[in-house]
């Protein structure tokens, strides 16, 4: 049992590229989430899942696309990458418990 | 939207003495306030929480208090260890699918 799996963990792009942040769990956790961590801004969130299928907006989306297709991922996209998205992302999913596991992040750099 | 402050920003202790950390929120109807800790480079890890029908929840040393009238909840660890070194971060929200979370406090326990 894995838990949440973020890949990758690293990651530098130019300003204008494209990317997609993997996040994966094999708990069969309906919502997952991602966030993501600035310093001195604690963690905010970007969007949202209950589902397969079912996707929602977190408190800041602009710039980041997901989609459900499956239970287990959940990945995160960046269509062209801004130096204002220089974070440390995190995935976390949960079973109904309310309680949030969250993958170990992936340190995202925009040049 | 929900709004949470949390202060302080830094918290500094000599083991074996008590913390205490404040989370004040804007939403009258927020019902659900978590507890995280995250130790450095590590992934946010669930502490404890506290349902809106509750005053007080305790789980060894750490307790947690909400005042629903004043809209503010606290954290408390008792006989604090080395080990407690962390950041803490307070989080609010209707739901645990939308957490809001505080800018969080480093605490840092001296031997």
């Known amino acids: 049992n894995a838990g949440v799996t973020q890949t990758p963990k690293f990651q530098v792009l130019k300003t204008g590229q494209s990317m997609t942040l993997q996040c994966a769990q094999d708990?069969?956790?309906?919502?997952m989430s991602w966030y993501r961590q600035d310093p001195g801004m604690g963690l905010r969130l970007i969007h949202y899942s209950v589902g397969a299928g079912i996707t929602d907006q977190g408190e800041v989306p602009n710039g980041y696309n997901v989609s459900r297709s499956t239970t287990e991922d959940f990945p995160l996209r960046l269509l062209s990458a801004a130096p204002s998205q220089t974070s440390v992302y995190f995935c976390?999913?949960?079973?109904?418990?309310?309680?949030?596991?969250f993958g170990e992040g992936s340190r995202l750099t925009v040049l | 939207g929900e709004n949470v402050e949390q202060h302080p920003s830094t918290l500094s202790v000599q083991e074996g003495d008590s913390a205490v950390i404040k989370c004040t929120y804007s939403d009258s109807a927020s019902n659900y306030f978590p507890w995280y800790k995250q130790e450095l480079g590590k992934r946010p890890q669930l502490i404890i929480d506290?349902?809106?029908?509750?005053g007080e929840k305790k789980d060894q040393r750490i307790a947690v208090t909400l005042n629903k009238t004043a809209k503010h909840f606290s954290l408390h660890i008792t006989e604090t260890q080395p080990e407690d070194s962390a950041v803490y971060f307070c989080a609010a929200s209707r739901s645990f699918q939308k957490l809001v979370f505080g800018t969080g406090t480093r605490l840092l326990v001296s031997p």
């Open positions: 976390a999913s949960s079973g109904g418990q309310r309680k949030l596991f």
């Open positions: 506290i349902r809106s029908n509750v």
């Open positions: 708990m069969n956790h309906e919502y």
